[in-house]
């Protein structure tokens, strides 16, 4: 039991704590204005800098590029003034293009005092281009209050939500590998249209545990009718989830590709899939001229044309098999017949 001395003594300690750590997070704001003259005069241009990017962005018809406004590079130079400034900014509830600018700003400086802010900017989105730059904050970031409200944000999208912004609250939930943002994640898989952003959030599905959506995206390499960015974007897919049932069918697009995108893209994922690019080491970045046994054995002075790119599959996969425990992937080796006669599942005219 507690007396009634024990009691006073207790709560008056609380009480003098509490103005302290009240007050905690505004020692570095007030070492700023009442601190030396460089300080102050440093946070006055921070303030100054904001404020013509809030005018630059209230007579902007569209949403600026941000990262490279001459306003927005010299914050970034200037953090820790920035980060004050900026924090006050948010509290101030701004609006139009300027929530766009500031949450850039927030990810851009990446401080944790400012990230769990980003939230509040959300509802003062109000236009598209505003309302992507604080999802994709919020999903680079993350924190439990930005995820919440990205799974809010999902759950709330229709089929007139701008794909883009679907795409980037699923991938953002998607990141933390979080079984429990599943069902969102489908709901949102549901409402995009182009095949390009059903492999992103097939690819988001797959990370937060639905293993099929391996299957669906190596289906979209295998499609005559596939867009080019959905097969460079289910090539990314498989350069960091690399497997052996897919091997063959981006040997055979590196090879066989009349896109030239999409060719190169699939033999930089092979290189990767099989180790090959990894052990390259230092020499995959050679200078142009050394011949390809001195390099490796695929060619680096610039991109290869086609059939330099058909021999560049044969290296790849011949130092495969030669290496098997050296690559991500321990499954059986597709054969040359595999990988040129079709049997990958791509034929291309």
């Known amino acids: 039991m507690v007396d009634c001395r024990q009691f006073r003594i207790l709560v008056l300690g609380l009480l003098a704590w509490l103005p302290v750590c009240l007050a905690g997070e505004d020692l570095l704001w007030r070492a700023y204005t009442k601190g030396s003259a460089d300080k102050r005069a440093e946070l006055a241009a921070c303030q100054d800098k904001l404020a013509a990017i809030r005018e630059k962005a209230r007579t902007a018809t569209e949403a600026p590029d941000w990262a490279t406004d001459a306003d927005v590079l010299w914050l970034l130079s200037h953090r820790t003034p920035a980060m004050l400034a900026v924090e006050r900014e948010i509290d101030a509830k701004p609006a139009g293009h300027y929530v766009g600018a500031l949450a850039y700003l927030v990810g851009a400086i990446g401080n944790q005092r400012l990230t769990a802010g980003l939230p509040k900017?959300?509802?003062?989105?109000?236009?598209?281009?505003?309302?992507?730059?604080?999802?994709?904050?919020?999903?680079?970031?993350?924190?439990?209050k930005s995820l919440t409200e990205l799974q809010v944000f999902l759950e709330r999208a229709t089929a007139g939500t701008p794909c883009e912004e679907i795409c980037v609250a699923a991938e953002g939930l998607a990141r933390t590998g979080n079984k429990g943002y599943l069902s969102s994640v489908r709901r949102a898989y549901m409402l995009v249209q182009s095949d390009a952003d059903s492999v992103r959030l097939a690819a988001a599905r797959y990370r937060c545990g639905d293993a099929l959506m391996a299957g669906q995206i190596l289906s979209v390499l295998k499609r005559k009718d596939a867009s080019t960015q959905a097969r460079l974007n289910a090539l990314e897919f498989f350069q960091n989830n690399p497997t052996g049932e897919a091997v063959p069918v981006v040997a055979a697009l590196a090879a066989e590709s009349t896109d030239e995108k999409v060719a190169e893209q699939a033999l930089t994922t092979l290189m990767h899939m099989t180790g090959y690019g990894a052990q390259l080491g230092e020499k995959a970045d050679a200078p142009a001229g050394e011949t390809p046994a001195e390099n490796g054995g695929v060619a680096q002075a610039g991109p290869p044309g086609p059939e330099e790119r058909k021999k560049d599959v044969e290296v790849v996969l011949a130092w495969w098999r030669a290496h098997p425990a050296d690559g991500p992937i321990g499954k059986t080796l597709p054969t040359r017949a595999d990988v040129f006669a079709g049997t990958g599942g791509v034929t291309e005219h």
């Open 121 to 144: 900017l959300l509802p003062l989105a109000k236009t598209d281009g505003a309302r992507l730059q604080v999802l994709q904050a919020m999903a680079d970031h993350g924190g439990a």
